[in-house]
């Protein structure tokens, strides 16, 4: 993977979730013009003076229209990725296990996984950190035992690639060896 800036990388279920997520948008879109229509139908006189529920709706319609334009303008930069068939570089849908070195502070050990989503889940068990963060963009395409770093707020962390596998309990058992 080209780390390009203006690429968005996603998995195959990434790419669908995406779809998704944009089908739904339009779905609300569809549903706000209804409800503005009945907002100015209901109203008395002119139909969108003083109406609330009709400014409401049309403010609403346009923060969808935005997000639409937003998701429509990435669907261009979006490079769908694959499974590393090597064994010691890290792909998607790999757990991984980390060094995580903050200046002056003694490593912190995490296990992750990287996903190629839009929406990862940072509450799970096991975070999922996507391929588009600092920090999938940083470790994606290494190899185990790799030193890299990413930058986060203006602070540099530094990274070693201690273990990965495709299953936590493999990882698990690697990291013990």
């Known amino acids: 993977m080209n780390n390009d800036k203006n690429k968005t990388y996603l ?16 779905n609300n879109l569809a549903n706000i013009g209804k409800s503005k229509a009945d907002a100015y139908e209901s109203a008395v ?17 346009l923060r969808i229209q935005g997000l639409i334009q937003k998701k429509l303008a990435e669907l261009n930069r979006i490079e769908i990725v694959t499974d590393s068939t090597d064994d010691l570089v890290i792909g998607v849908n790999d757990y991984v296990a980390l ?10 050990n995490m296990i992750i996984k990287i996903v190629g989503l839009s929406n990862p889940n940072f509450k799970a068990d096991i ?11 940083a470790i994606y395409g290494k190899k185990v035992q790799d030193q890299t770093f ?5 602070t540099k962390v ?20």
Do not use: C
């Open 45 to 61: 006189g002119d139909g969108w003076h003083d109406n609330f529920a009709f400014e409401d709706a049309k403010r609403e319609e």
């Open 11 to 26: 998995s195959p279920e990434g790419y669908k979730q995406f779809m998704e997520e944009l089908e739904e948008l339009r």
């Open 99 to 108: 060094d995580m070195i903050y200046e002056g502070e003694p490593p912190e």
């Open 158 to 177: 530094n990274v070693i690639i201690k273990g990965k596998a495709k299953t936590l309990e493999d990882l698990e058992k690697e990291i013990k060896k």
């Open 127 to 137: 975070p999922e950190i996507s391929l588009n963060s600092p920090l999938g963009k």
């Open 150 to 154: 990413y930058i986060i707020n203006e």
